[in-house]
Nanobody, 122 residues
Framework: QLQLVESGGGLVQPGGSLRLSCAAS????????IAWFRQAPGKEREGVSCISTSGGSTNYADSVKGRFTISRDNAKKVVYLQMNSLKPEDTAVYYC???????????????WGKGTLVTVSS
C-alpha cells in the first residue's frame, strides 16, 4: 500500500529545533523527488523545501533558507527536514509529497502524506 507518513512534529520554543521525517512505503522512493509543504491556519499551502531523486539537488523557500535542511536516505526510504532556529511563523501542518522532480508546484504532486503539526511558541 502506497504511503507517505510524516512524523517528528510537536511543540518547540522559538529558537529551537525539530527534525521531521517522511517515511515512504509501497513504492520505490529512489524514483521520486520529495517536497515538504506547510499550511498555517487561514493561509494557503506553501512549498518549503524539495529534494531530487538522488539528493543531489535541493531547493528552499526564501523564508527557511539557512535554517532548514532537507536530506534523504533512499536505503531507509526516508526524507528528513531538519528545522533549526524555529520562529513562531513556522507554525503549521507540514506535509511531504512526491513528484517526478524537485518543484513547489503542488499540482504536480501525485501523492501526499497526512501531515504533522509543528507549533513554535513560548
Amino acid at each position: 500500500q502506497l504511503q507517505l507518513v510524516e512524523s517528528g512534529g510537536g511543540l518547540v520554543q522559538p529558537g529551537g529545533s525539530l527534525r521531521l521525517s517522511c517515511a515512504a512505503s509501497g513504492f520505490t522512493l529512489d524514483y521520486y523527488a520529495i517536497a515538504w509543504f506547510r499550511q498555517a491556519p487561514g493561509k494557503e499551502r506553501e512549498g518549503v523545501s524539495c529534494i531530487s531523486t538522488s539528493g543531489g539537488s535541493t531547493n528552499y523557500a526564501d523564508s527557511v533558507k539557512g535554517r532548514f535542511t532537507i536530506s534523504r536516505d533512499n536505503a531507509k526510504k526516508v526524507v528528513y527536514l531538519q528545522m533549526n532556529s524555529l520562529k513562531p511563523e513556522d507554525t503549521a501542518v507540514y506535509y511531504c509529497a512526491r513528484s517526478r522532480y524537485c518543484t513547489f508546484n503542488y499540482n504536480t504532486m501525485n501523492y501526499w502524506g497526512k501531515g504533522t503539526l509543528v507549533t513554535v511558541s513560548s
